[in-house]
């Protein structure tokens, strides 16, 4: 792509949800973490809005294969989590064994340190896990259960260990 085909700031601003994600393709094509990043920041801004969110459901392939192609990079991941919380108000969808799977390996690999990711990872728990007693025990059977045990160990603020416990409580609805 030309530069001037890399405007993610006015791609934003204009709305332009399709260029947004073709962008996001060849960078996730092309191994650019930065340019990734650079998208799915101004996804997750976008995706505030419910309208936007539902236009990005048909994105979520995407999403998970990104998911897994950047899962090394820590900032990647945590705006993937947090957009992915957005997105996916239905968790049926999303809620595989293979995309739990990258959940608890996001989890796992990013445990020290990362302290929003797994704010982001438990807040995504509690949107799959909600009154979907398929998606909860999809993620109960990934493994999970002991992330969140984990998550509440790494969190230290404390105001938001309700982040875990929401999750946790969503997986027993």
Excluded: W
């Amino acid at each position: 792509m030309d530069k001037e085909d890399l405007d993610v700031e006015a791609f934003e601003q204009s709305g332009d949800i399709n260029k947004l994600i073709e962008i996001l393709s060849d960078a996730h094509t092309n191994a650019d973490e930065t340019v990734a990043e650079e998208v799915l920041d101004a996804l997750l801004r976008m995706s505030a809005t419910s309208e936007i969110a539902s236009k990005l459901c048909g994105s979520l392939p995407l999403f998970s294969s990104c998911l897994s192609a950047f899962m090394e990079e820590p900032s990647v991941v945590e705006v993937l989590l947090a957009l992915l919380k957005n997105v996916c108000k239905d968790g049926s969808s999303f809620c595989t064994t293979e995309n739990v799977a990258l959940i608890v390996q996001a989890m796992t690999e990013h445990e020290e340190g990362e302290e929003t990711l797994m704010e982001m990872a438990c807040l995504l728990v509690e949107v799959l896990a909600k009154g979907n007693a398929v998606g909860a025990k999809t993620l109960i059977e990934g493994g999970i259960e002991d992330r969140l045990n984990k998550a509440s160990t790494v969190i230290t603020n404390v105001r938001n260990q309700k982040y875990v416990v929401a999750a946790q409580a969503a997986l027993q609805s």
